[in-house]
């Protein structure tokens, strides 16, 4: 009984240390994500880029203009679309040139026998985030 | 009265021309852009070597794989003496016929891909392959281990030394010096041949990792280098921590890939030569033209010259 009292006390202690050291983290990690999202370049272009891609995988091609659909479909993209199954890709750099940017991606894809491939594209985009080509 | 609306009919007349004007230039722009792309497309060289479509892999570079190898070695060499030329500027020429002064943009872009697609095949374990793979990222810069020292010799070194706001700032943020040395050293070994393709496959996920972290470095770079120039001194302090810590993370990879991998190096294969890069542990066999490279580079005196710097 004698014993539980100061270990009580170290414990409330402990306690409160620990619910100011963790604020104290909080606080700086919400710092960090405030300031990281604030100083995150081209996000608006790169959740574009990233729904183009998954648009281009399902063979709909809404954000590419009327040039690039035009070509991508003499090319066969379609059918090369057909063949493969897209399982992931990440947006890694978006480079400005005037009013144009140039948008760098992985995409990593399984083709028909299963076997995985990893590739990297460019897209180069308007203002507007309209892709008109690689 | 009557002033006023003339006033405003011309404010809008001339709005309208304006914008007119502006989406007439920006229509011919990407008109122009999609002529310049045709021609490129018109360029057999090009189609083959970056393929036509997006996000699937129909160019040769984009093939540019240790699995390619193994697949084919034949066109993965063929993809490498083209990446090679590429880095080389043989194809600048034509670049600048299509884009005009725009030029250098689109061939930083292609670049780009040649060198992210050499990187990722750089541990293939042929002999004459490897060599160009490396000779062509150590022109370009990327691999150039000797420049790299230099660069931390002349410019950051001094950099430590200084008593100014930035030089503490930095010498803060960074690591010790002989740090850097033994991140070169890793950096190093994480780039030479892996003689099996089930060895490599073990470790494949941790390189692809590797890669990929390495990639999204880039843009840390960027962001402090162009706070630098704004004189940004909040987002110098957050980007460089934030590169800092990026490239921690990437050199922990970096480290522990190196620790996994050296064991399945020690293969024999022709043309190798012992090395040992860390003394309690088993030396292991590299391309004799690797191994010239590596004494010749000696990391272990250059940390220790690092190390010495007060």
């Given at each position: 009984?004698?014993?539980?009292?100061?270990?009580?006390?170290?414990?409330?202690?402990?306690?409160?240390?620990?619910?100011?050291?963790?604020?104290?983290?909080?606080?700086?990690?919400?710092?960090?994500k405030v300031l990281e999202s604030k100083f995150e370049r081209?996000?608006?272009?790169?959740?574009?880029?990233?729904?183009?891609?998954?648009?281009?995988?399902?063979?709909?091609?809404?954000?590419?203009?009327?040039?690039?659909?035009?070509?991508?479909?003499?090319?066969?993209?379609?059918?090369?679309?057909?063949?493969?199954?897209?399982?992931?890709?990440?947006?890694?750099?978006?480079?400005?040139?005037?009013?144009?940017?140039?948008?760098?991606?992985?995409?990593?894809?399984?083709?028909?026998?299963?076997?995985?491939?990893?590739?990297?594209?460019?897209?180069?985009?308007?203002?507007?985030?309209?892709?008109?080509?690689? | 009265?009557?002033?006023?609306?003339?006033?405003?009919?011309?404010?809008?007349?001339?709005?309208?021309?304006?914008?007119?004007?502006?989406?007439?230039?920006?229509?011919?722009?990407?008109?122009?852009?999609?002529?310049?792309?045709?021609?490129?497309?018109?360029?057999?060289w090009y189609v083959e070597m970056f393929g036509k479509l997006?996000?699937?892999?129909?160019?040769?570079?984009?093939?540019?794989?240790?699995?390619?190898?193994?697949?084919?070695?034949?066109?993965?060499?063929?993809?490498?003496?083209?990446?090679?030329?590429?880095?080389?500027?043989?194809?600048?020429?034509?670049?600048?016929?299509?884009?005009?002064?725009?030029?250098?943009?689109?061939?930083?872009?292609?670049?780009?891909?040649?060198?992210?697609?050499?990187?990722?095949?750089?541990?293939?374990?042929?002999?004459?392959?490897?060599?160009?793979?490396?000779?062509?990222?150590?022109?370009?810069?990327?691999?150039?281990?000797?420049?790299?020292?230099?660069?931390?010799?002349?410019?950051?070194?001094?950099?430590?030394?200084?008593?100014?706001?930035?030089?503490?700032?930095?010498?803060?943020?960074?690591?010790?010096?002989?740090?850097?040395?033994?991140?070169?050293?890793?950096?190093?070994?994480?780039?030479m041949p892996i003689y099996s393709p089930d060895d490599y496959?073990?470790?494949?996920?941790?390189?692809?990792?590797?890669?990929?972290?390495?990639?999204?470095?880039?843009?840390?770079?960027?962001?402090?280098?162009?706070?630098?120039?704004?004189?940004?001194?909040?987002?110098?302090?957050?980007?460089?921590?934030?590169?800092?810590?990026?490239?921690?993370?990437?050199?922990?990879?970096?480290?522990?890939?190196?620790?996994?991998?050296?064991?399945?190096?020690?293969?024999?294969?022709?043309?190798?030569?012992?090395?040992?890069?860390?003394?309690?542990?088993?030396?292991?066999?590299?391309?004799?033209?690797?191994?010239?490279?590596?004494?010749?580079?000696?990391?272990?005196?250059?940390?220790?010259?690092?190390?010495?710097?007060?």
């Amino acid at each position: 009984m004698t014993d539980k009292k100061p270990r009580g006390c170290l414990s409330k202690l402990v306690r409160a240390t620990l619910a100011a050291a963790a604020l104290g983290a909080a606080g700086l990690y919400v710092t960090d994500k405030v300031l990281e999202s604030k100083f995150e370049r081209h996000p608006e272009e790169k959740k574009a880029v990233k729904s183009a891609l998954e648009q281009l995988a399902g063979e709909n091609y809404q954000s590419v203009s009327d040039d690039y659909k035009q070509f991508l479909q003499q090319e066969g993209f379609d059918k090369a679309m057909e063949s493969i199954t897209v399982t992931s890709y990440n947006v890694f750099r978006i480079e400005e040139k005037g009013d144009l940017k140039i948008s760098h991606y992985i995409v990593h894809y399984t083709d028909k026998k299963g076997k995985q491939h990893k590739n990297i594209g460019s897209f180069v985009m308007d203002e507007q985030c309209t892709i008109h080509g690689e | 009265m009557h002033n006023t609306r003339r006033v405003s009919n011309i404010v809008k007349i001339t709005g309208i021309g304006l914008l007119a004007a502006a989406s007439i230039a920006e229509a011919d722009k990407l008109r122009d852009l999609w002529r310049q792309r045709k021609q490129m497309m018109d360029k057999q060289w090009y189609v083959e070597m970056f393929g036509k479509l997006p996000i699937v892999a129909d160019g040769d570079i984009e093939k540019l794989s240790y699995d390619f190898y193994d697949e084919d070695k034949w066109a993965f060499k063929n993809a490498v003496i083209q990446a090679k030329r590429f880095l080389q500027h043989s194809f600048d020429r034509e670049y600048e016929q299509v884009y005009g002064s725009d030029a250098r943009a689109y061939m930083l872009k292609d670049r780009q891909k040649v060198v992210a697609g050499l990187l990722r095949a750089v541990n293939v374990p042929d002999y004459d392959a490897h060599r160009t793979i490396r000779d062509a990222l150590r022109q370009d810069g990327i691999l150039d281990f000797e420049f790299h020292k230099r660069q931390i010799d002349q410019h950051v070194v001094p950099r430590y030394k200084g008593n100014g706001d930035l030089e503490t700032a930095l010498r803060t943020i960074m690591p010790p010096l002989g740090d850097l040395a033994e991140k070169e050293k890793q950096l190093f070994l994480a780039t030479m041949p892996i003689y099996s393709p089930d060895d490599y496959r073990r470790i494949e996920d941790e390189i692809e990792a590797i890669f990929e972290q390495s990639m999204d470095s880039w843009e840390s770079v960027d962001n402090v280098r162009e706070a630098l120039d704004k004189k940004d001194w909040i987002k110098v302090a957050h980007q460089a921590k934030k590169l800092r810590g990026d490239m921690s993370d990437l050199f922990e990879q970096l480290n522990d890939l190196t620790d996994r991998s050296l064991p399945y190096r020690a293969g024999a294969m022709p043309r190798t030569v012992a090395i040992q890069p860390y003394p309690e542990k088993p030396k292991i066999f590299v391309f004799d033209y690797i191994a010239k490279e590596w004494n010749d580079l000696d990391f272990d005196r250059w940390k220790a010259k690092l190390d010495a710097v007060k």
